[in-house]
């Protein structure tokens, strides 16, 4: 099966910062993988799909890019509602792996 | 609106079984597959089982392979999760979530429900 992991685990910023988190596959995925935010007690939210392709509603801070095995997931200008867990996922096929997680938080 | 709403959980001893259901509303749940997602306490979100949209394709976590069967019935909108021979491992907060597109199994998940809670203890 292939591995998903995600760099770093944690990070804290400060509010208008950029914010980068990897995620990498052990084995190339094409472009099925997505990023999902956690909010503290909350379910999962989809913000990016496809690599790159924003979901409906979701602010134009967030952005992704990569190919093939090692993808990103940027924030630009870090905002105090961002603090969440980041998760990246494979669906290219079963099993649906996500990664570990980075948990953001504002400095 | 689109949604979707587990039942079914509680505390059950090891060994024991229990039944979850996702009863979906809002679309048309006969044209996209749905999958169970679990969280244990305090860690990250494990993938359980997905069963595709007109119910012919089930896949499932090797940790659960055997032991949980993932259904639907299109008729009354609702999916379910049959856990048999449970553990204390298998604790957590499962949730349903439906796929972004219709009639295909490879999409991110759009949709989630709030989940409901599985505790394995004797």
């Known amino acids: 099966d292939i591995q998903m992991t995600q760099s770093p685990s944690s990070l804290s910023a400060s509010v208008g910062d950029r914010v980068t988190i990897t995620c990498r596959a052990s084995?190339?995925?094409?472009?099925?993988l997505a990023w999902y935010q956690q909010k503290p007690g909350k379910v999962p939210n989809l913000l990016i799909y496809?690599?790159?392709t924003l979901h409906s509603g979701v602010p134009s801070r967030f952005s992704g890019s990569g190919s093939g095995t090692d993808f990103t997931l940027t924030i630009n200008s870090l905002q105090p509602e961002d603090v969440a867990t980041y998760y990246c996922?494979?669906?290219?096929?079963?099993?649906?792996?996500f990664g570990p997680g980075t948990k953001v938080d504002i400095k | 609106q689109v949604q979707l709403v587990e039942s079914g959980g509680g505390v059950v001893q090891p060994g024991r079984s229990l039944r979850l259901s996702c009863a979906a509303s809002?679309?048309?749940?006969?044209?996209?597959?749905i999958h169970w997602v679990r969280q244990a306490p305090g860690k990250g979100l494990e993938w359980v089982a997905i069963?595709?949209?007109?119910?012919?394709?089930?896949y499932y976590a090797d940790s659960v392979k055997g032991r949980f069967t993932i259904s639907r019935d299109n008729s009354k909108n609702t999916l379910y999760l049959q856990m048999d021979n449970l553990r204390a491992e298998d604790s957590a907060v499962y949730t349903c979530?439906?796929?972004?597109?219709?009639?295909?199994?490879?999409?991110?998940?759009?949709?989630w429900g709030q989940g409901t809670v599985v505790t394995v203890s004797s």
């Open positions: 979530a439906k796929v972004l597109g219709i009639r295909t199994s490879w999409l991110a998940f759009d949709i």
């Open positions: 069963i595709s949209y007109d119910g012919l394709y089930k």
């Open positions: 809002g679309f048309t749940f006969s044209n996209f597959a």
């Open positions: 996922q494979k669906y290219n096929s079963a099993p649906f792996t």
């Open positions: 496809g690599v790159s």
């Open positions: 084995q190339g995925i094409s472009n099925y």
